[in-house]
């Protein structure tokens, strides 16, 4: 099992990037994926998750409107669709997969680092002029 995350990069405030988040080893349909940052001197925290079954997706308040989840499970890849950026957004972004398939609902809300595992490497997104 193994997640490798990309796309991260240096951004205007405003600006957009995509991440990418290629999985091997299982298949996404039946583990949900979540995307979680870390900001330098803060705690990890989850900003989005997508379900396995029914690709229902969850945001953090701080990026509802702005951030995107999506997946292409042929392709074995998560996306997240980054709009609007602001300099609050920078930190490294980590994606991981739940640790028990078929676990996670979004009506539980943000994904909990203990149930997840197989984190990626993480990409650096800075939002700066």
């Known amino acids: 099992v193994q997640l490798q995350a990309s796309g991260g990069g240096l951004v205007q405030p405003g600006g957009s990037l995509r991440l990418s988040c290629a999985a091997s080893?299982?298949?996404?349909?039946?583990?949900?994926i979540a995307w979680f940052r870390q900001a330098p001197g803060k705690e990890r925290e989850g900003v989005s998750c997508i379900d396995s079954r029914d690709g229902s997706t969850y945001y953090a308040d701080s990026v509802k409107d702005r951030f995107t989840i999506s997946r292409d499970v042929a392709k074995h890849t998560v996306y997240l669709q980054m709009n609007s950026l602001k300099p609050e957004d920078t930190a490294v972004y980590y994606c991981a997969r739940e640790l028990r398939p078929r676990t996670y609902t979004v009506i539980s809300g943000a994904p909990r680092i203990a149930d997840f595992g197989s984190w990626g490497q993480g990409t650096l997104v800075t939002v700066s002029s």
């Open positions: 080893g299982f298949t996404l349909d039946y583990f949900a």
